[in-house]
């Protein structure tokens, strides 16, 4: 893989460059000093009081709860224990309560709700909320005591989701896991209980989601790591543990989203189903790739087998997203919106499980602990909950203007001595005018070419220029 020595002329070019687009873009630098100020009186618990739904805490730090997060994250936004229970299985998930520190008419909220989301870039994260909160107070670091929203979700020996309990708790973690240290527990047969029955009811998960006609997608992206004294790009890769740790968010998520839509109000993450025809043309694609695809094999069946390291899978793979277009936030207080689905989780479906990253959770776990103990929902959200689809939608673009802002500039740094090299490629699909979008594995590229190329084929390219100033790279075909 391309590296660039961070002492090296480039690296400094590099940390520049990464400075330079989140200038462009607007992403903030740092807080004011205000907001700075009012996060460390509520850590201090010299803030004024907060309305909040539900109950007072109760102790829960008996739960021997782990999170298990990228090996470099402090900001730990859930936590989990799963136990049997009778011929089925209880799911304790620990979400971060940030609105144990944050008040309606504080710095803090002010300016999580124009952030809306934490950012990440390859030389750090531009987060939601200053550190000494979303890495300190509020986060659910190993050992310390922290209020959190704690879900509790029984479930039958199918994985069937039998009863739900939303309330204010105090936990405890006992262990900070990274995903690939609890994967190796798993392998080497040392994993505590909980990962063991994640592994159970994470595939039970799986199997319900493929059943219900949920999609799952093994698309790999880029992504730019900071590894030792260098930077580089890889193409992403995951254990299956991810996987079982995504099926007990995505549990969660469909719990709240129940108990949103029986009580009337709340905020869902929807997604259409594909225009018409869209899902026919993906299938000829296949067809013409010589993938097979039954006529009674469904988009989400067969997608769900693709394998990204066979070039003509890849290619499907990446004309697949095509159907999962249009992801929104939709707002409702009375009557619920004509599209209230998320088409590929196949349910309805909300966003709780990452408060400390996304400003919305904070007030979908409000409304649930409200709905669910019979209180009221605190003005503070019931102010802020029509506002969030927009504050939302913007920092999500803001986001993806920030990845591919990156990636492009890191794949013009990574290629800049090595102009005039021909690479092999893959063809993943056609981008209109006269144009073809190809993936180099050797280096975690994908860029667009010239020429209308057979999505699936393997060809050879040669780069004609890298511009870093433009965050540009230029190829041709060769053969």
């Not at 144990?100 to 952030?115: C, T």
């Not at 969660?252 to 043309?281: D, F, H, Q």
């Amino acid at each position: 893989m391309s590296r660039l020595p961070m002492r090296s002329a480039p690296s400094a070019r590099l940390l520049e460059g990464f400075a330079a687009i989140r200038e462009e873009l607007g992403i903030p630098v740092g807080f004011d000093p205000t907001v700075m100020e009012a996060a460390k009186r509520a850590v201090d618990g010299v803030s004024a009081a907060r309305p909040r739904a539900g109950a007072d805490p109760v102790d829960r730090t008996e739960i021997e709860f782990v999170t298990i997060d990228p090996p470099e994250s402090m900001d730990l936004d859930q936590a989990v224990h799963i136990e049997t229970r009778g011929n089925g299985y209880r799911v304790h998930y620990a979400i971060s309560d940030p609105a144990a520190f944050i008040g309606n008419g504080d710095p803090v909220n002010a300016e999580s709700l124009r952030r809306g989301l934490t950012l990440y870039s390859p030389d750090g994260r531009t987060p939601l909320h200053p550190a000494v909160l979303s890495e300190g107070a509020a986060s659910l670091l190993p050992g310390e005591d922290r209020p959190s929203i704690l879900w509790t979700l029984d479930l039958d020996a199918t994985g069937e989701l039998t009863g739900v309990e939303v309330l204010r708790a105090i936990v405890r973690s006992r262990e900070k896991l990274s995903y690939r240290g609890a994967a190796s527990l798993l392998d080497r047969g040392e994993a505590p209980r909980t990962l063991r029955l994640l592994r159970e009811v994470g595939l039970l998960r799986a199997e319900i989601e493929r059943q219900r006609g949920g999609v799952s997608l093994n698309l790999p992206g880029q992504e730019v790591v900071h590894d030792g004294d260098c930077y580089r790009l890889v193409w992403e890769t995951k254990v299956d543990i991810e996987d079982w740790n995504a099926q007990i968010s995505l549990l969660t998520g469909m719990a709240a989203a129940s108990i949103m839509v029986e009580g009337g109000i709340g905020l869902l993450r929807i997604l259409p189903g594909p225009e018409p025809g869209v899902l026919e043309e993906i299938r000829r694609a296949a067809l013409a790739m010589g993938i097979d695809w039954p006529d009674d094999m469904d988009y989400a069946e067969r997608v769900r087998t693709l394998e990204p390291n066979i070039p003509s899978h890849a290619s499907l793979l990446a004309q697949a997203v095509r159907a999962l277009r249009g992801a929104d936030y939709v707002f409702f207080d009375g009557e619920l919106p004509e599209q209230s689905t998320h088409w590929a989780i196949a349910a309805q479906y909300a966003h709780v499980t990452a408060p400390l990253r996304r400003v919305g959770d904070r007030f979908t776990n409000e409304v649930c602990l409200a709905i669910h103990s019979g209180s009221e929902v605190p003005e503070w959200a019931l102010d802020g909950l029509p506002r969030l689809p927009d504050i939302l939608r913007d920092a999500r673009r803001r986001e993806g203007s920030l990845d591919r802002a990156m990636v492009d500039f890191v794949e013009s740094m990574v290629l800049a001595d090595r102009v005039g090299e021909v690479f092999e490629a893959t063809v993943t699909k056609t981008v209109g005018r006269g144009r073809s979008r190809i993936q180099i594995p050797s280096v975690a590229v994908s860029a667009d070419i010239e020429g209308r190329l057979d999505p699936g084929t393997r060809v050879e390219v040669r780069l004609v220029a890298a511009d870093p100033a433009r965050r540009a790279i230029e190829l041709e075909v060769v053969g």
